[in-house]
């Protein structure tokens, strides 16, 4: 993973957030740790960004070959656009998967789907781990 990017779609109070981003400091600090003593190639440490929610999509949206998927239970299943998605994934330089949320409000989501830009190249219903075993069998990819 390149980058971890916390993109909260509203003002957030500091108290709240704070503890959070600590916390994924540190395991990406022990994450990075681990693969140092454990691989015998050299690793890089994952990058911890914060943005807003819709100037991280727009700025991912903008790039070449990258494909943007957001994970909902409300989303299409996954056996229904698992050979076009893995197509789009083959093609990729860069895959962004927009997962878990702070609350159900589907009205960013709604924005999104909804933008003129088409922000989202898959809305989908998957647990992101069993996608990610399911392509990285088949596929080297960058995931970020």
């Known amino acids: 993973m ?3 990017i916390v993109a909260p779609a509203q003002p957030l109070p500091l108290d709240e957030v704070l503890p959070f981003l600590e916390g994924l400091q540190e395991g990406i600090q022990s994450r990075y740790s681990v693969q140092q003593r454990a691989y015998p ?3 890089r440490r994952t990058q911890l960004l914060v943005y807003e929610l819709f ?3 727009r700025l991912k949206r903008g790039q070449l070959k990258t494909v943007l998927l957001h994970t909902d239970p409300l ?3 996954f056996p229904k656009i698992r050979d076009e998605l893995m197509r789009a994934m083959e093609g990729a330089k860069e895959v962004v998967i927009l997962a ?3 609350d159900r409000d589907t009205t ?3 924005h999104l789907l909804n933008d003129g ?3 989202l190249d898959f809305y989908n219903d998957f647990r992101t781990g069993v996608l990610l ?3 990285t069998a088949e596929q080297n990819h960058q995931l970020v």
Do not use: K
């Open 75 to 77: 989303g299409t299943p």
């Open 2 to 4: 390149r980058e971890y």
């Open 117 to 119: 830009l088409r922000a």
């Open 41 to 43: 190639f050299p690793v």
């Open 133 to 135: 075993q399911d392509f």
């Open 108 to 110: 960013v989501l709604g």
């Open 100 to 102: 878990g949320a702070r």
């Open 55 to 57: 100037q991280a999509v």
